[in-house]
Each structure stands twice: as structure tokens, then as C-alpha cells.
């Protein structure tokens, strides 16, 4: 995520911090997530394993909407572009990471 910034910071500030603001958008329901999902548990049956991360999953998406709607709606000079790249790359380095070391 800053790595994308800092590269984002040759097109302005503008476009590094929103760079950094859609890595976060991205960053913070994943914490979420993992956070709700992997608190004890190994102590759940599978069932209730199953439903508890179908809940996370709602919430994480819900934050992430709320998160972009917040950014789109309190800050004024954002460039959406550099936005949406520092999200989608945040979530595509995860993916290859996942993929990668699996």
C-alpha cells in the first residue's frame, strides 16, 4: 500500500493519499474479518465456524461500501483513479500471496 502511494506521488499529492486511502479501504474489513473470524477457533463446531464467517463476510463488505461512500462524501479533491488502484491492488496482492504460498 505504500508503495502505491509513494508511486502515486508522482502524479500529486492528491492521487498518494487516495492511493493510500483505497489501500486502506481495503485493508481495515479484511482486518475485520480475520480478527472476527479466527478469534478462537479452533472452539466452534463447524456449523457455527460456517455461519460466523458468513456473517464477517456481510460485515467486511457493508464496511468496505460505508468506508467508500465516507471517502466519496467527506473528502472533496480525491482522484478516483489512483482510489480504485490502491484498492484493487491491495486485494490483488493478497490473492497472489494466498495463491502463491498455498
Known amino acids: 500500500m505504500l508503495v502505491i502511494a509513494g508511486a502515486s506521488l508522482g502524479l500529486g499529492v ?15 474489513p479484511e482486518y475485520y474479518f480475520a480478527r472476527r473470524v479466527f478469534r478462537r477457533y479452533p472452539h466452534r463446531s463447524p456449523v457455527e465456524s460456517a455461519a460466523l464467517m458468513l ?8 464496511l468496505a461500501v460505508l468506508m467508500f461512500a465516507a471517502v ?10 489512483a482510489l480504485i ?18
Open 55 to 62: 456473517r464477517a463476510e456481510i460485515v467486511k463488505l457493508v
Open 85 to 102: 488502484v490502491g484498492f484493487v491492488m491491495v486485494k490483488a496482492t493478497g490473492l497472489v500471496a494466498s495463491v502463491r504460498y498455498s
Open 14 to 28: 492528491e492521487a498518494a493519499y487516495s492511493a493510500l486511502l483505497g489501500g486502506m479501504i481495503a485493508i481495515i
Open 72 to 81: 466519496f462524501a467527506f473528502i472533496m479533491a480525491v482522484n478516483v483513479v
